[in-house]
């Protein structure tokens, strides 16, 4: 093997895409995609300005129909030109208007980009780019939700032991923790239906952020630019006001921390030692090189690994807020490959999670017999309610503390040990004890909050979130 | 002097506090406060559980009781005892339940803290924190909107440079620069109004977030609970599931981006070099221990070091939501002091900002002059747009750019360049290429925006906010 | 209880140091440890002076005399009026300075703080707590060696399963695992005497870095001061060039990230499905407020927490370097909380990992029974290498993962499975097969290993470290 | 513009890799390059194992020959295939492996990564890659020293402000700023030769990090496979320890701190009002679509963007460091996307720099009238200093600072001021007087600075490096 000229590797990272990332993303993600964007963008100014008598509507039809007559199969080598021009430039705009500009007719082509600036492209495109990215995002969730919904019903009385701190604490059911997944995807439906109409706005300042190259008619190409977009017009042009794009990818954070959440648990219910739950089996998944009999969780590790990854890039995006009056100096520039990163692990992580709640193998018996692996121990706090009553709960608490110990110590049920303790059979009767070892006894209120999951869940309806009436694909020029 | 033993120094870093904090927090944030909304706890669910029948109404009078009975002047004591308890048990909780017990009657004692957990207290005392918090937010964010709304209409018409890339570019007013501010703020008071709902939920699930010890009662006693403290009661108790921290930590990060973003502005105002604006004085601020000259930001220093400071700690708060299973094997304690320290700078940078946009000093002919300062070059895009309609936008950006460049490299004026021009002047008369060097005259949408941002301030009115019905000081027991 | 005024409350948050940090450092790193240092400055600062002749000897008597006249007492006390001096001037040099000039006698007050700025007391009395700070991490992590040395050789032959994955993957000892956490402790050693020299700098450059009130003196006068203080005199002053702060915060990460993992895998080890080993049991440590038997990890809790919690401080100060010019507005504040709570969370990390390492209770015999608990699973890589040199890789790898599955489905001995197997007993002889499952004849070079983190512990000397030359407590005035 | 199908889109955001990335560490951190050097480890392996009689001869040549027979052009093919399996094996290496093993004749086939694991392959081919970015970034750190020691001798007496907390102070000369950076670049160059022996080791552990699989034979092999490739043999496998990651990304932390520090220190001499110095000009670089007279930062805005979105990234990888037992379900998968960024980041940014480095246009001219702008303001402590010998600091200070407040109030020169004030008079000549404003008369141990740092810089020869005898090129097989 000879030595490697920079020129024949294809750049990037991109040997775990498949495996860490959502491939439908980079329809809107990748560099063609943003061009179609930023192409979108210009041809919607030109019908805007034309509508407000801007620009005369010959330019209009010209710059529009350069833009139409793109066809998709060029944008990857438009993408490439202008992003050899990026690095002459220091932004893709120059190289990319002059190019829609040289594909212009004459009578539009001094028209092309009037009265726009870099930013106004790059922010304007970069939102069209969320909607759509948002729109994947909120099927995905309603999607997860479904599947969760479906484990926490199906498994609402599959009795299997909490841990709370890593150590078996009470019964608990697989509904309930599926329901508890449930309840942050959930909220974070609600939070992405908060965030949209926040977000989804269109930039359009100008050089400076006052249109003034526009003279009296800036607001009102402004208004016409936002409605053919399908965009919020703000209320001010926001090139130095990022809180927007912070908020994004704050959502993205907590999308990624409950998507982490869930991939910890299973990972921890998938060991060896736990065995509660597997992953689905695809054909040659989460083997070893060397080990044929492992089965190593996959999905679970990709949604753990973007819990762990999304928080230095949230932090980045926030840090990078500190823009500089009318716009940044090296803050922007932190955003452009960061805040794509951070949507491309969490649409990635979102894909492995509808994956895994599909088909998550759930094993009851196995569930069952980790419950009943402490001999007893995990029924304890039942024991010390039931005497609390009579004794009270510290009294009670200490009680019990004892058993416990000897029951561990001699490796012992623990209703055995309760059984010779006076103390306690003074308050108990053998069938009331033998009762509270029940473990389907008591679980509480946990049908009730499993319910509580799935009427929030229900009352979400698919087709109810506010991003839904610009389709990505309908959106694009 | 002598070496000083541990245990002579009070322990932690407060040299900052003053400079840094607000100090009206530290009631709320506090060792005492948060004691105080544990106990406000305990005795809101004796309350709760005595209306259900869970437990008897005198039981639930003595433990109510002792709570009332403990008199603000000795939770700094309490605390000190409940945090030498916690380095023993791990938990604060422990400790403060034993406190508790103690200094309860007979009758009550042995219900205290029936039915529920460390992180059900822990939890719902630190939502309690949240809510004295957001409402102290709340509070102060109408009023720094008020100031910079404030700032927008007075300085509505004084043109200023607007600096892109930190270069010179546009005319602008320092109006609109601080209606950009107030656009963010108003902003993050919409937020805030969404983010209360969701976030200021009890916490209530007992050992594994079933509410086992409380049989068929522990949905009834969680809703009257909430009810007792002006929580929401949620689908289910969320000690696993951390989006809610998250979702308040990212809000904090927005928030001090925001404050950042102007705290770097006027630094950058600031400067000997620009002098556009100045800290309001205060006696003994801003001095240097060595130059007598200097006259150094102090409020928006604290305010760039919020925003600089905020992301990591946002971030930790972000990796922390991957706890395992029913409760944490360490990313609790990541929270527990990360958070108060967000919450806590926020504040600060929020009093900060508060101070500065009170009594920032204006100086609209040093603006002036600065706009002056390139010798007409700011208005390049102003001649290029008016000669782009007679010649196209590049053929226009071509002529002026080649006249900016002859204009500094001669050190003239490039008004007087273009006179020369006769490329140019084909197309201006000398009266109109005057005017096109007017400031005041390229100032496009610029009132618009104003006004719209104006606008969304006053629509947002200061009492109109979720959290005010739950006053910080008459929350507490 | 009635409403809490805010100057009853002890300011901060302190619930959880005495769970979480070190006690012991608080003496270097509390204010009052801070004035201690800044007042130790002042005092060399006098002393250089008057041997390089700035100053008159009276006057460098006179400003060491007050600087020796402060009992430890009194620190506190001057670090609550700096304190509150820091709020108005923004810095806490100019409240000290005119504090000791107050104390100075005459001769002695024109020259307290000559020719320094307020950087230049800060940021070396942060140098000179850095040194207690190091000195402690030194000693601790030498402790921290000998034990985790111990325990490697203790259990050099305890067999116990490999997990990868979270799977069980191969036999391992628990000597190993011991080595592996002592390896990376060498390693941070060793980084440490690295790190020393590099950042124990003195920082003196006066108002912008040029020293210039010191006319022709200032090098005399730096390198005069940094011998007095026991510090390095660097080539420059480094007030605008945080890299060092940055360098200790780094290390200060990568331990916590070490003492995370090796929580970690206590934690996981831990678990009630695992119970290898256990956290020493020390009185009411670990219990639950609500379930009388549960042992919570506490110590290996803090551990994790601190490798949750420390990457975004560390984040912190690598943002903050980007200081501008030659004193930061901002990014300094933004170090000046972060730093002492980076250092401390690290401490008490340390601090909980001494106890962890001496006591920690291992189960070899539930070792051995989880080995054994996949029914010779583990032992299928062995099986298969020794079927490799007659089959190839390969072939092997599918001959015993089919095998893995048989086992597996029929919930069988892969040994008895194998048995079956005419492809595989075509190679092997039954007692080649059996002694395949033997777990301590498929150990290959761990104890090799082992032996090579014994010896390069063994070849750091506990005495050998850069930093036990200057004693905290005999550095100090 | 018709719709555009996910397949005809490159994937990825690379618009921006011509303008932030160093597109010469491409043939390294691409896929293509990653690949090379992970097949570089299974020819050396192969060979180490031939040497150490593990695997037979032939089968090594037919190893090496299947190696040495892929074309470098076939590269970029190869990784697409393994990026396909990856995304259904969850690793790299499965695929690897059996692609070579497909291409490896007969004798050889059954010993394709004998003895070997999943992260052995993948770690070693990272530390492969790492000693290649190394040299490249100490070559450059180099080349960026000797650019910055020219710039500090040649404007070594080139006085301008210093500036602290953004105000004008001192007179300092550009060529200690200069200086200033040159120090903490010579800082990294050490750091790095520190760094490189610690963590350019072999990670050759087998499944669980025993070498079991190699019997008896596993140190020795590791012995001649590290000496093969050229790396340090470590104690201990380090699958699970990830500091020597971390280590890596905190110097790239550091490192992009110092570059981001220097790009603010350029952006904020570049600002229209301060003019001081200007990016090299190279053609259409830095123009703005809109505004021709426009001369933006771009290098120095690549340098902040990557001091801003490097600290996210260093978090990150901290985190995950607490990797699970012998290897992480999670956090490994947080390390493949995020240390590829920091590198090529941290790469761009010093690209960047050298470009800045070298070209940087200096206005001595404008320094010049800057000093002056405030009328001797900057020269007060110059006053007060030598005031300050005859009625000490603190009355000085007073006396001048006054004097500043009657110069700025009336807009007067500060000697003028001076000049008529009897209290000054009384201790000073005019000439004396005169003297004290000449800028260059007050600069103290400026030169001894700079001449220290380019001491510094001179004592470490470009050849000296560690890295310097493994060059990339030649590492490859």
Aim: net charge negative; glycine share 8%; aromatic share 4%.
């Amino acid at each position: 093997m000879s030595h490697l000229p920079a020129d024949a590797a294809r750049d990037g990272t991109h040997l775990f895409d498949g495996l860490m990332l959502d491939s439908r993303l980079e329809a809107v993600l990748s560099d063609a995609g943003y061009v179609r964007h930023m192409l979108a963008f210009e041809a919607a100014l030109a019908r805007a300005q034309a509508a407000c008598a801007v620009i005369p509507a010959q330019a209009s039809h010209a710059i529009v129909a350069a833009v139409d007559g793109i066809h998709a199969s060029e944008l990857p080598g438009i993408a490439a030109l202008v992003a050899e021009g990026t690095a002459r430039a220091g932004t893709p705009v120059i190289p990319l208007v002059r190019l829609l500009a040289n594909r212009t007719s004459p009578e539009g082509q001094p028209f092309v980009h009037w009265g726009a600036t870099t930013q106004d492209v790059m922010d304007t495109a970069q939102v069209l780019q969320w909607r759509d990215v948002l729109a994947r995002f909120s099927d995905d969730l309603a999607t997860l939700g479904s599947s969760l919904a479906s484990l926490a019903e199906q498994h609402r009385d599959t009795a299997m032991v909490g841990r709370t701190v890593m150590q078996h604490a009470l019964p608990v059911t697989f509904g309930l923790k599926a329901a508890g997944w449930l309840d942050s995807v959930t909220r974070h439906r609600r939070r992405l239906n908060d965030l949209g109409p926040r977000i989804l706005a269109l930039q359009f300042g100008g050089a400076a952020g006052t249109l003034a190259s526009l003279g009296g008619s800036g607001a009102a190409v402004a208004r016409a630019l936002a409605d053919d977009l399908g965009l919020d017009c703000p209320d001010l042009p926001w090139h130095g006001a990022r809180d927007r794009v912070a908020e994004l990818a704050s959502f993205c954070g907590l999308l990624c921390g409950t998507l982490g959440k869930i991939g910890r648990d299973v990972v921890l219910m998938m060991q060896t030692d736990v065995a509660e739950v597997a992953e689905p089996v695809a054909a040659g998944r989460g083997g070893s090189s060397t080990m044929p009999h492992k089965r190593n969780p996959v999905l679970a590790a990709v949604m753990v690994g973007a819990g762990t990854a999304a928080p230095g890039l949230v932090a980045t995006i926030h840090s990078a807020q500190m823009h500089e009056h009318e716009r940044a100096a090296g803050p922007a520039h932190a955003e452009w490959r960061t805040l794509p990163e951070l949507l491309r692990l969490t649409g990635g992580a979102l894909r492995a999670s509808l994956a895994l709640a599909e088909g998550l193998t759930v094993d009851p018996a196995r569930m069952r017999a980790n419950l009943d692996a402490t001999q007893g121990l995990v029924m304890a706090e039942a024991v010390m309610m039931a005497l609390g009553t009579r004794l009270g709960r510290l009294d009670a608490h200490h009680l019990v503390e004892a058993a416990c110990r000897r029951a561990s110590a001699g490796k012992r049920h623990l209703r055995d040990v309760l059984r010779e303790d006076n103390a306690v059979m003074a308050h108990l009767s053998a069938e009331a004890l033998a009762e509270l070892f029940e473990p389907e006894a008591y679980l509480g209120s946990t049908r009730h909050f499993i319910d509580a999951a799935l009427a929030a869940h229900a009352s979400l309806s698919p087709g109810s979130r506010h991003l839904a009436t610009s389709e990505p694909t309908e959106a694009a020029p």
